[in-house]
């Protein structure tokens, strides 16, 4: 079975507290965390599937681990923004990590949720990046339009996070996967903190694939849901986004779902 080490690394990269399992592991990390800190995750085998919390502040997720390493830099500063305050505080930490099972790793589920993706590459997938994002704060990176976080009444701190355009009409983004998954539906949660927001009216979906999906969007706090024909695809674009005729200059992006299945001919 993979073997999985969980660790804590200073800004050198020594290792400050480690503990490895046979397909599950866990740490009691019992230190404050100090600027410059990671979290790592490695695995003997390469490319897993894992359920991963490096907080007991956050719920654990089904992310994929590209390659044998996963590194996670603990948020300090500006970037402890979009956490709960409880996050990532104290002197005692408690993280885990295990192997998806193959049931888990079969389902219907929304590939898109990463709360633990990181803001450059290296960290767990998928892994969302854009050409812009508002005044370069974390509270507006494109990450956090899959945290899985849904509050959009309101927008600049936790719980209200969202992707944030700077009210650039050429404003694109993208999630990457990591590997092909088969997807079949998009729900778009637009931020929705009225009169401050705008809204977009359209956009437009693009896949790995060549192939394109244009939606018309609500100016609604509800999800808004959108199947379609299956498609196996390793990355979703998004961009044209049409702004609606609305005084307010700033549209912005909560979360974007996007469902399915990891693919039948990936090893599980």
């Known amino acids: 079975m993979t073997k999985l080490t969980l660790s804590v690394l200073d800004a050198g990269g020594k290792a400050l507290a480690s503990c490895m399992g046979q397909g599950e592991a866990w740490l009691v990390y019992e ?27 956050l719920a654990p997720a089904y992310v994929y681990c590209k390659g044998t390493t996963c590194v996670y830099p603990v948020p300090y500063g500006e970037a402890r923004r979009v956490f709960s305050s409880r996050a990532f ?128 969007l609500e100016k609604t706090a509800a999800g808004q849901r959108f199947p379609f024909t299956p498609r196996r695809v390793e990355w979703v674009a998004l961009d044209t986004l049409v702004k609606a005729d609305d005084p307010s200059p700033f549209p912005a992006l909560t979360q974007l779902e996007l469902w399915g299945r990891e693919a039948l001919d990936h090893p599980c």
């Open 31 to 57: 230190s404050e965390y100090a600027p410059g800190d990671r979290l790592r995750l490695t695995c003997s085998d390469p490319d897993q599937f894992v359920v991963l919390a490096l907080d007991d502040a």
């Open 89 to 216: 505080s104290g002197t005692r930490h408690y993280l885990h990590v295990r192997l998806a099972t193959p049931g888990e790793t079969a389902l219907r589920r929304n590939l898109a949720l990463n709360p633990w993706a990181t803001h450059e590459p290296g960290g767990p997938l998928p892994f969302a990046f854009a050409n812009v994002e508002t005044r370069g704060e974390m509270v507006f990176a494109a990450k956090n339009a899959i945290d899985g976080l849904k509050a959009n009444s309101g927008h600049g701190e936790w719980p209200y996070t969202s992707w944030g355009i700077n009210r650039d009409p050429q404003a694109a983004w993208r999630l990457d996967f990591g590997r092909k998954v088969e997807l079949d539906e998009a729900v778009f949660y637009l931020r929705a903190d009225f009169p401050h927001d705008a809204w977009w009216r359209e956009a437009t979906l693009h896949f790995s694939d060549g192939s394109r999906l244009t939606v018309p």
